[in-house]
């Protein structure tokens, strides 16, 4: 248990104090640190997820409880049951197998005391925490402990992650491009949980793609659009989309590109106040509407803070945000303006980040991890890609209005509002594709003047 603090104590010190380094001395922070990161994920992602690193420093034997109370019963159950897991992690790990009428199955297992040890953890996390808090008084982490306490027994509830798996299928049952595995209640537990077995590659391996054949820049949309519909729309967000967690194949039968959607455990559920607010603030950001970008950030809590809320949201340069997000794509010198000036914002990103609702904290972590698989694909956020958030914004806004007026002309003022709000998008996208193709051809045309001639 000593060597074990020990260790946490070191990683998460070393998660939540490297933020105050450069209080002593910039020489002690290499930019490259900073690198693949923009304005706040250099904070923001290491505090929401150093809970994640809690339970990933453990010493876990192999197998678990579960796993060999199953073992006796193992050829009852199971045809075929691997000993080597598919993958593990630091709840749980996943073996496949082949139930008695022929059905192939992920066994999720939870490791060994991984319930009894988590308050342990947690109570150590707030120590550690408020020691930093006494070194460092401009940094703001309690609500760090706070958001630990509340998901992660929801994560170690397999039973919970279940429904969560069910009804966000259920959500996005109109997106044939998303698979989510089917869930086989009679044989799962809070601890075991058994699902359909699907097989692909992780979505950031680009040469899995090539192989197959998959479109890099299509997935990449899909995801897009997955996650637009859940933020904007549903207010249901799956918080945990690591490459291992998203994979993509060529569905059996069709050919076509798919995603599946994996570990339902860590969900966020927006509320209506802060998810049409969020709403309104992507819809001002991606329209270049300053005044309402200052307004609803505000309202989001940022306060004077709002153009770091909005570089942190966007991961874009301010100078980007007010001259239009969708309008340039990033490039290498803005990369570099934001990573050489990230440390000197690391204050005021504790500050914001203690003020803005918890909500929040969870959508920062979803925003970076995609970011991250953009960046593994070599794509990045287009405008094709804002204006399908902004069709989310649209319709998310327009069905609370709808929900919330008893006049049938009203709701029929605001039915054709959308329609031709929607139809603006497209008409904009058609532009912005007709344009594509014209460059396209000047650039062919152009390499075929320049090219000499055959012999």
Same mark, same amino acid.
């Given at each position: ?7 946490? *104590?070191?990683? !998460? ?7 105050? @380094? ?12 900073? &690198?693949? =990161? ?7 992602? !290491?505090?929401?997820? +150093?809970?994640?690193?809690? !339970? ?15 073992? +006796? ?5 199971? =045809? ?8 593990? %992690? ?7 197998? =082949? ?75 109109? #997106? ?5 595995? /089917? ?8 601890? =075991? ?12 391996? /680009?040469?899995?793609?090539? /192989? ?31 490459? &291992? ?16 959607? @994996? ?37 989001? &809590? %940022? ?11 966007? %991961? ?7 001259? &239009? ?6 490039? %290498? ?24 609702? /918890? ?6 972590? !979803? ?15 287009? $405008?094709? +890609? ?9 319709? $998310?806004?327009? *069905? ?6 008893? +006049?049938? #002309? ?46």
């Amino acid at each position: 248990m000593a060597r074990r603090a020990l260790q946490l *104590a070191s990683w !998460t010190g070393a998660a939540l104090a490297a933020s105050g @380094l450069y209080l002593y001395s910039n020489k002690y922070l290499d930019p490259n640190d900073f &690198g693949a =990161v923009r304005v706040g994920r250099a904070v923001a992602t !290491t505090a929401v997820i +150093s809970y994640d690193y809690l !339970t990933s420093l453990r010493s876990v034997p192999y197998g678990s409880e579960e796993y060999l109370q199953l073992r +006796s019963k193992i050829h009852d159950l199971f =045809v075929s049951f691997d000993d080597t897991p598919l993958g593990a %992690a630091s709840l749980a790990q996943v073996h496949k197998a =082949v139930l008695r009428d022929g059905r192939t199955v992920a066994v999720k297992v939870q490791h060994p005391k991984v319930q009894a040890q988590s308050s342990k953890d947690i109570l150590l996390m707030e120590v550690l925490v408020l020691a930093v808090k006494q070194l460092f008084p401009e940094f703001e982490f309690m609500w760090l402990v706070d958001e630990a306490k509340k998901n992660l027994p929801l994560e170690l509830d397999f039973l919970n992650e279940g429904r969560n798996a069910e009804k966000v299928a259920q959500m996005l049952k109109h #997106f044939d491009f998303l698979k989510v595995p /089917r869930i086989y209640w009679e044989l799962s537990t809070k601890r =075991v949980l058994l699902m359909e077995f699907v097989d692909g590659g992780q979505v950031n391996d /680009r040469d899995y793609m090539e /192989r197959n054949k998959i479109d890099v820049n299509e997935i990449s949309r899909h995801l897009g659009k997955i996650y637009s519909e859940m933020i904007f729309v549903n207010g249901f967000v799956h918080c945990d989309p690591h490459p &291992g967690n998203v994979l993509v194949r060529k569905r059996p039968g069709t050919g076509k590109a798919e995603i599946v959607l @994996l570990d339902h455990g860590l969900y966020q559920v927006l509320t209506d106040e802060f998810r049409l607010d969020y709403c309104h603030l992507w819809q001002s950001l991606i329209w270049t509407d300053m005044e309402k970008v200052k307004k609803y950030s505000q309202r989001l &809590g %940022a306060g004077d803070l709002y153009p770091l809320f909005a570089c942190m949201l966007t %991961a874009r340069s301010w100078d980007s945000v007010n001259r &239009g997000i969708g309008q340039a794509p990033v490039t %290498a010198t803005e990369d570099a303006e934001i990573r050489n000036n990230a440390a000197n914002y690391l204050p005021q990103i504790s500050q914001l980040l203690n003020h803005v609702p /918890r909500q929040m904290l969870l959508i920062f972590k !979803t925003n970076d991890l995609l970011r991250g698989i953009e960046a593994a694909l070599g794509t990045r956020a287009s $405008a094709s +890609s804002f204006l399908n958030m902004s069709r989310c914004c649209i319709r $998310a806004l327009a *069905a609370h209005k709808k929900k919330n007026t008893c +006049s049938f #002309f009203r709701r029929t003022q605001i039915s054709f509002r959308e329609a031709f709000n929607l139809w603006q998008i497209n008409l904009h996208e058609l532009i912005l594709r007709v344009k594509g193709l014209r460059l396209a051809s000047w650039v062919l045309a152009l390499l075929c003047r320049l090219l000499p001639t055959s012999y």
